[in-house]
T-cell receptor, first 113, second 109 residues
Framework: KAGVTQTPRYLIKTRGQQVTLSCSPISGHRSVSWYQQTPGQGLQFLFEYFSETQRNKGNFPGRFSGRQFSNSRSEMNVSTLELGDSALYLC????????????FGQGTRLTVV | QKEVEQDPGPLSVPEGAIVSLNCTYSNSAFQYFMWYRQYSRKGPELLMYTYSSGNKEDGRFTAQVDKSSKYISLFIRDSQPSDSATYLCAPTGFQKLVFGTGTRLLVSP
């Protein structure tokens, strides 16, 4: 059974640009959550999608957005990149309920210069 | 007050030691508890998932939950250098999954 796949693995962008990250969950999983991980802040919750609907949202500015497709694949977009957006972006896949196990991908390391 | 508190470490132990990693949480809505292991520059790997108060064992790992005191622990027996990683506790419930900041464990040969 394939795990959670995130693409690309590494990305370098310039301040002011926008970026789109992709996450393919485990087959059969309908929930995808996104997290930002930085050394100082740890894992910070961005948002969760379930069956194409945003079910939960963290405390991030509107520059961070996401969506989920009918095949459960999800994309996350960050517009007007800032240096502080440099981080490891992780997505987690769950079967459905918010109390089920969450499985993570390897992450996309974004560097903003 | 943070919802989850976890000592960041680093915690340094010799190979073969018993390791105790701990978290406290404040929200009684959390009913399920997960422990993750994260190696440097990798995604977190699910180690343990437990619901009830008490102990759950899986190989060298034991997860312990005390809901009355909102305290969760992960014990690692016969620790190995390959256990050197950051360990994250993650309580979940009521549509929230939050993470501790992680404890960095270093096991020396």
């Amino acid at each position: 059974k394939a795990g959670v796949t995130q693409t690309p693995r590494y990305l370098i962008k310039t301040r002011g640009q926008q970026v789109t990250l992709s996450c393919s969950p485990i087959s059969g999983h309908r929930s995808v959550s996104w997290y930002q991980q930085t050394p100082g802040q740890g894992l910070q919750f961005l948002f969760e999608y379930f069956s194409e609907t945003q079910r939960n949202k963290g405390n991030f500015p509107g520059r961070f957005s996401g969506r989920q497709f009918s095949n459960s694949r999800s994309e996350m977009n960050v517009s007007t990149l800032e240096l502080g957006d440099s981080a490891l972006y992780l997505c987690a896949s769950r079967v459905g309920g918010t109390d089920t196990e969450a499985f993570f991908g390897q992450g996309t390391r974004l560097t903003v210069v | 007050q943070k919802e989850v508190e976890q000592d960041p470490g680093p915690l340094s132990v010799p190979e073969g030691a018993i390791v105790s990693l701990n978290c406290t949480y404040s929200n009684s809505a959390f009913q399920y508890f997960m422990w993750y292991r994260q190696y440097s520059r990798k995604g977190p790997e699910l180690l343990m998932y437990t619901y009830s108060s008490g102990n759950k064992e899986d190989g060298r790992f034991t997860a312990q939950v005390d809901k009355s005191s909102k305290y969760i622990s992960l014990f690692i027996r016969d620790s190995q250098p390959s256990d050197s990683a950051t360990y994250l506790c993650a309580p979940t419930g009521f549509q929230k999954l939050v993470f501790g900041t992680g404890t960095r464990l270093l096991v020396s040969p």
